[in-house]
């Protein structure tokens, strides 16, 4: 049975309490075995605490962006059945979702060559309870959803920070979520089990490369390196796409600490002290930076970035040489990569190597995380290219 939307409320809410209780219930399909409901929940808590959650806070977004600093971070949304008995302050809540919004960057054929700052919204979190599925909820929910940013982007007088804002999610259903507007924008990703294989016949080291490792915090000057190729390359997409837009998030420390948070949280059940290294740097800037992934056993690779003087074949042996040797000092099984991150053209030795040691289903897999993005009004999805649609910026 649907039930008629005009019963349904949809609000953003604040209240932890409130929060609590979403992740408690969807804590029923994503706390895996080795959590509690109550452990998801407290990790969801740490969460929504960390610097990527509360940007909509941090002085240098209130100085950058003003007023509108405030739709940047972590954000809540229930949707109501007024029709259900009203016992308690979540006797009536049907269904739940998430947003992370951060900045993000993009550059349209009237830019002039500028790369400009828009509103990127991340949806997660899509739960309904089991009790209330097929009636329809989660379908109403997200074109409430929509609704709410689209009536941030049409409000007279708002700046392209939100008229340019750009919406995307990673769907565990498919393609789902197009009949909302959300355009898939699959990648696959390589699964690479034969770690001691691919040290000896692709890297060829046989001592640690010269560089430092990474920590929690402490390398600001990498993501500026990131930072300064994404609008180098989204650039260069715009002279060679002069009819099209280009969007990517745009990089932070911060959005590889929400990783490393999870990372940090879930060693507990693994290790007898938590990690310390999630990523390598060579002297010359060049980087690879990683994630525990400790109850699948991967390690997965959110970013590569090599600088342009370095020689991106060599230079990657050398970062997957330190990341090879992290999997296994951690007892982790294997790596993953998305091909947005490391692809066969740009790489075309460390492939044909893949390709003698790995089964050929280890490779271009199905990406259980599928992209789906949502363009600004009047935008053809088809029309957006979507730069660095990788898992760094997933949520």
Sequence with gaps: MTIQSKHLVFEQVENPEIIRFTHLQNSQIWRTKYL??????????????????????????????????????????????????NTSETSQIVSSCETLNRVGWYTKPESSGNVQPVLSICVGGVFTSEENRGKGYASVMIERLNQFYDKLADAPGSPSFLKDKVMFLYSEVGDYYAKFGYISRHVPVHSVHHLDELLERYCGEEVQPEGRFLGFSGYEDLIDLQGNSFQEKMLQLQVTNPDLRVFSVKPSLAIYQWFKHRDIY??????????????????????????HHWTNGVLYILKVHIVGEDNPESTLKKLLAACIREAIATKLTHLEFWDDEINKATHPSLFEVLSTIEDKTSLYQENSSRSAIRAPKSVDAENLIWHNNTKFCWF
């Design 266 to 291: 879930i060693s507990q059940k693994f290790l007898e002290k938590p990690p310390t290294r999630f990523g390598f740097a060579l002297p010359t800037g060049s980087h690879i930076i990683w994630h």
């Design 36 to 85: 509690t409901s109550e452990e998801y929940a407290e990790r969801e808590r740490i969460l929504g605490q960390s610097e990527i959650a509360k940007e909509h806070q941090s002085n240098h977004a209130r100085k950058q962006f003003a007023e509108y600093a405030q739709y940047l971070g972590l954000k809540y949304f229930v949707l109501k059945n007024l029709e259900l008995p």
